[in-house]
């Protein structure tokens, strides 16, 4: 006889169980385990200790969280587990639909799983649970060498769907270095993102001095604006800091960056005596960043658009960091105005592309896709 297995709203976590030092990028693994609940969409979450320990971000965001002085009993479905485990959202969403117990990659079984009766002996009922494999990070945290492992692979999942292959392997790597500095510090994810947007600037305004040094100097500068870049998304998902706020500030600095990286080409060529209509060429290519905003901003105004394959594939494919390179080696063998070339016909190629997708998906929905 099968029976429905009723998806647990509640989770409750065992604390006494970790080392109190241990933390993950920033935060107490406790911490990091609450919020990661939270986000999960347990409605409530439940501590087994004699009063509320410290929960520094769970506060501040404003999460409820209750207190028991002993396991409860309780006589329906629940995930438990204890305190010293990382493990993040999605897994432990998969955990509570399918009713398992969360797997690390390497086969370890965490004390962290679905009970369908909570009581002392809750970590012996879990052997029976299905093993659920995690997909992000997942580790028992229980000294400090085992957190310095677990923070390794932390901060080697925090990676966005639009990284290309510089930041994959350039300017991601490079800047975890100020990421992992700057979890320990008062420094928000947006002033990160605001001091990327004043390194592209200063850049543009290398291009438009007109010298091969500055131009190269430029290149430099917008090279380390991709690298900053990277650690505003870094610090926002280590520290649960993202924020509408914070998308936008990200997204419009991109856009700054671009227009005045190519108005600051155009100028600066035309400075140092190039034949090129290169003042035009500057101008057609921040029109172009202008158009593409606009189609781009379109799709993630509309959330039919969002989830559709082909039109996020081309945006991330055309609007990640990698041209920073390209634009380090233009400017080091000196044909800066080539690289201008390639920027005004690549922009309009990319937002008529991407407006033509817009217009089939459109058409593959079925109907007329309202802007929100």
């Given amino acids: 006889m099968s ?6 709203g509640t989770a409750v ?44 971000r769970t506060m501040a965001l404003g999460i409820k969280v209750e207190s028991a002085p002993q396991i409860p009993a309780v006589q329906e479905p629940v995930v438990a587990a204890t305190d010293d485990v990382l493990a993040v959202a999605e897994d432990l969403r998969r955990v509570r639909e399918s009713g398992g117990r969360l797997t690390t990659r390497g086969g370890e079984k965490l004390p962290l799983g679905t009970v369908h009766r909570l009581s002392a002996g809750w970590q012996a009922d879990l052997e029976q649970a299905p093993a659920v494999l995690a997909d992000g990070p997942a580790a028992r945290v229980i000294d400090r060498e085992s957190a310095r492992r677990a923070e390794r692979v932390f901060w080697a999942s925090l990676t966005s769907h639009s990284d290309g292959l510089v930041d994959r392997y350039f300017n991601r790597p490079a800047g975890r ?24 600037l200063v850049a543009a305004a290398l291009f438009a001095m007109g010298t091969a040094g500055t131009a190269l100097a430029g290149a430099l500068v917008l090279q380390l604006s991709a690298i900053v870049d990277c650690v505003d998304g870094d610090v926002a998902r280590a520290l649960f800091k993202q924020s509408p706020l914070g998308k936008w500030l990200d997204i419009v600095g991109d856009q700054v960056v671009h227009i005045g990286v190519f108005l600051g080409l155009g100028i600066g060529l035309s400075r140092s005596g190039s034949a090129a209509p290169v003042i035009v060429l500057g101008c057609v290519a921040a029109a172009g960043v202008v158009l593409s905003f606009a189609v781009i901003l379109q799709t993630m105004l509309r959330p039919a658009l969002r989830g559709q394959n082909r039109l996020q594939k081309l945006i991330d494919a055309t609007t990640n960091r990698d041209f920073s390179v ?45 802007l929100h």
């Fill in 326 to 370: 390209l634009l380090i080696l233009f400017a080091a063998t000196g044909v800066l105005d080539w690289f201008l070339w390639l920027a005004a016909i690549g922009s309009h190629v990319f937002w008529i592309l991407a407006w033509a997708l817009q217009i089939q998906e459109r058409r593959n929905l079925g109907c007329h896709v309202p």
């Fill in 3 to 8: 029976h429905s297995f009723q998806c647990p």
């Fill in 13 to 56: 976590i065992e604390v006494g169980f970790r080392d109190a030092t241990s933390k993950i990028a920033g935060l107490d693994v406790l911490d990091r385990l609450v919020i990661s609940f939270h986000r999960a969409g347990f409605q409530r979450i439940v501590l087994v200790a004699p009063g509320l320990p410290g929960l520094p």
């Fill in 177 to 200: 270095l100020l990421s992992r500095w700057l979890v320990h510090t008062s420094a928000t994810p947006n002033q990160v993102s605001m001091v990327a947007t004043l390194a592209g």
